[in-house]
């Protein structure tokens, strides 16, 4: 399942980087915002909410239209997210560039681009589109590849969402520095969500990084379950796509205490 992601996320960016070179990107770079730093919120007292724009997925298929992602961005702000989530992965999640620039031009808080990133053009291309952090999933990132992808975001200022599934992933993760570590409830090739993988890996993951638990939250009893096991942030696309309410249901998972 991955690798097929993957590979399709390859054949569209040779598509782009035909047309945009590397040095296109930096040039652009001068023009983009400075990035907005999400840390001291994620670190603040009470859960915080990454909430995320979602179409589609391989998983549940057809979730949301989402005609206009700024708008439900703007909404999940007015509720207290902390940072927002833009799927830009096009093919199974419907997802987009575009989308993120948008939500970007449009909310004050920091924006995530989440996709499938496996080369260093990628992580220049979501700076210039204006996102403040980047996902990095440790599974697709062999050997010296995740300390390389990882420096290099710092370097052009993105925070790293680092995402793992296993104590393997765990240790690599702590290993190369990540400050934002995410585990996924949702094995990425199995495609299957199972709750307890947060609270088996968070006490590998020092207490001085911030762990955001991912996927398969539904409401505020999800969060204080992980909040009870160790996380500081929630990252809920389905929930929140769904609801007719985002505004309020990011406030109700919002601020949640030990
Ligand atoms: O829609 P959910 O179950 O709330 O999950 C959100 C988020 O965790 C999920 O979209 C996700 C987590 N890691 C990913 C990596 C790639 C694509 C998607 C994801």
């Not at 940072?83 to 970007?104: K, M, N, P």
């Not at 220049?124 to 975001?153: I, K, N, T, W």
């Amino acid at each position: 399942m991955l690798d097929g992601i993957v590979a399709g996320v390859l054949e569209d960016l040779a598509v782009r980087q035909a047309t945009t070179s590397e040095a296109d990107l930096r040039a652009a770079l001068a023009d983009v915002e400075p990035p907005r730093d999400p840390m001291p919120h994620f670190r603040g007292p009470g859960s915080s909410v990454i909430a995320e724009v979602k179409r589609k997925s391989p998983s549940k298929g057809a979730l949301a239209d989402i005609p206009d992602p700024a708008a439900l961005a703007s909404e999940y702000a007015a509720g207290g997210a902390a940072a927002i989530s833009v799927l830009t992965e096009q093919r199974r999640f419907g997802g987009s560039l575009d989308d993120l620039r948008a939500v970007r031009a449009t909310v004050d808080v920091p924006v995530l681009r989440k996709d499938f990133i496996v080369t260093e053009y990628q992580l220049l291309e979501a700076r210039a589109a204006g996102a403040d952090l980047a996902l990095l999933m440790v599974v697709s990132l062999p050997g010296e590849r995740l300390r390389q992808l990882h420096d290099y975001a710092r370097e052009l200022g993105l925070t790293v969402l680092m995402e793992v599934h296993d104590e393997a992933e765990t240790a690599r993760a702590v290993e190369v520095g990540a400050e934002l570590v995410g585990v996924n409830a949702r094995n990425l090739k199995t495609l299957e969500v199972d709750l307890d993988v947060f609270g088996r890996l968070a006490p590998l993951i020092p207490d001085d990084r911030v762990k955001v638990a991912e996927s398969g939250i539904f409401g505020p009893q999800d969060v204080e379950r992980f909040v009870g096991e160790g996380a500081g942030v929630v990252l809920v696309g389905e929930a929140l796509v769904k609801d007719g309410a985002p505004r309020e249901a990011v406030a109700a998972m919002t601020g949640i205490t030990r």
